[in-house]
């Protein structure tokens, strides 16, 4: 009994929760850039690069669905996974972020892949990202470059 009147009043309270934020007007979600960094070319011949993101969103779920950047000719959403004991990247189409939640990428996860770089990237220089949302639109983010192995070192 005692229990269960828990489980009501727990059930009651998400609800409130539920309206309150209803109420407020969150509806659309904004993004709130937290980190955002690149790694520096190992040689000038790379045509190659990576870039993470870390983000915070307040308001309703996102889906991260596309990002772009001066610095090179395509770039593109890459999750690093284990297959088969083999480290891959693989592309995705999407980056689905829950509502009030977080996206972290870092190596050997969730990354920003650069293809075709323009330049080598240098350390201590700054690339933007275009990161588009569909639900927040259209979001420029200034990333640093650090070192060669930035967000591990
Ligand atoms: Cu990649």
Do not use: C, W
């Not at 309703?60 to 996974?81: F, Y």
């Not at 892949?113 to 200034?142: H, S, W």
């Amino acid at each position: 009994m005692r229990k269960f009147v828990i489980e009501v009043a727990a059930a009651i309270a998400l609800t409130l929760a539920a309206i309150l934020t209803l109420a407020s007007g969150a509806s659309a979600s904004s993004v709130m850039v937290m980190k955002a960094y690149a790694r520096a070319s190992a040689t000038p011949a790379a045509e190659t690069g990576a870039a993470y993101v870390s983000l915070m969103l307040h308001g309703e779920a996102d889906r991260l669905v596309a990002v772009s950047t001066p610095a090179a000719k395509m770039a593109g959403l890459h999750e690093s996974r284990l297959v088969d004991g083999v480290m891959k990247m693989v592309p995705v189409d999407a980056i689905a972020v829950p509502a009030n939640g977080m996206l972290e990428m870092k190596p050997g996860g969730y990354h920003i892949m650069l293809m075709g770089l323009n330049a080598p990237l240098k350390q201590g220089d700054e690339i933007e990202l275009t990161l588009t949302f569909e639900k927040a639109g259209d979001v420029k983010v200034k990333a640093k470059i650090g070192g060669v192995a930035a967000g591990t070192d």
